[in-house]
């Protein structure tokens, strides 16, 4: 089992910026990938980001250039660095982690709200 925590959501002006963090514990494998996703209202739920245990990274496209995602494997966590964010990243965010053995674990989400 795997237990995902996240933190750092909140309600920030459009062009604003956010942290997000999801700190994974329980019995995590090495090689893994960790990512967040997001699910606005009536919309289904999108990566957003992901980043696997050796660095490498992917974004979707709406969010390059904004978001950098990271990790620190010491503490088995992910942060999403989310800058110049628009109304349309609204959106409850979700931490994802996978590894082998058909490891899926989803944390309980944190809402991102961006408004003036």
């Known amino acids: 089992q795997v237990q995902l925590v996240e933190s750092g959501g909140g309600l920030v002006q459009p062009g604003g910026s956010l942290r997000l963090s999801c700190a994974a514990s329980?019995?995590?494998?090495?090689?893994?990938?960790m990512g967040w996703y997001r699910q606005a209202p009536g919309k289904q739920r999108e990566l957003v980001a992901a980043?696997?245990?050796?660095?490498?990274?992917n974004y979707a496209d709406s969010v390059k250039g904004r978001f950098t995602i990271s990790r620190d494997n010491a503490k088995n966590t992910v942060y999403l660095q989310m800058n110049s964010l628009k109304p349309e990243d609204t959106a409850v965010y979700y931490c994802?982690?996978?590894?082998?053995?058909?490891?899926?674990?989803w944390g309980q989400g944190t809402q991102v709200t961006v408004s003036s």
């Open positions: 994802r982690y996978t590894a082998v053995a058909g490891a899926d674990y």
């Open positions: 329980g019995s995590i494998f090495s090689i893994n990938i």
């Open positions: 980043i696997t245990s050796a660095g490498s990274t």
